[in-house]
């Protein structure tokens, strides 16, 4: 179900960067996620991060594709989960989704319970 509020999507040239947000997770979260789907193209993870107890982030993962460029990172303060993208290419172009769960997560989106509306970036 979509319980999270993403925001930040927009339309960048080639090389530009992006900082998506997504806002409203629990503070019992241990897994943030970034997820993207391109038009015909299955649903992707690009980004994770695992928390403690106290929620402070141990561990992050990216996929191939993204890692160097791309950064996930969290305000807890503000219940919010960041995805910052530079040196974008057409390649990133894809509705972009933010998940979290109260469990520990792999890279699975069938793991997650709690879904961002999803947000659009187009790079040209």
């Known amino acids: 179900h979509v319980q999270l509020v993403e925001s930040g999507g927009g339309s960048v040239q080639a090389g530009g960067s992006l900082r998506l947000a997504c806002a409203g997770y629990s503070d019992r979260t241990l897994t943030l996620a970034w997820f993207r789907q391109a038009p015909g193209k299955e649903r992707e993870g690009v980004a994770h991060?695992?928390?403690?107890?106290?929620?402070?982030?141990?561990?992050?993962i990216y996929s191939d594709s993204v890692k160097g460029r791309f950064t996930i990172s969290q305000d807890n303060a503000k219940n919010t989960v960041y995805l910052q993208m530079n040196s974008l290419q057409s390649e990133d172009t894809a509705v972009y989704y933010c998940a979290a769960d109260q469990q520990p997560c792999g890279w699975n989106e069938g793991e997650f319970t709690y879904w961002g509306q999803g947000t659009q970036v187009t790079v040209s």
């Open positions: 991060i695992d928390t403690s107890d106290d929620m402070s982030a141990y561990g992050t």
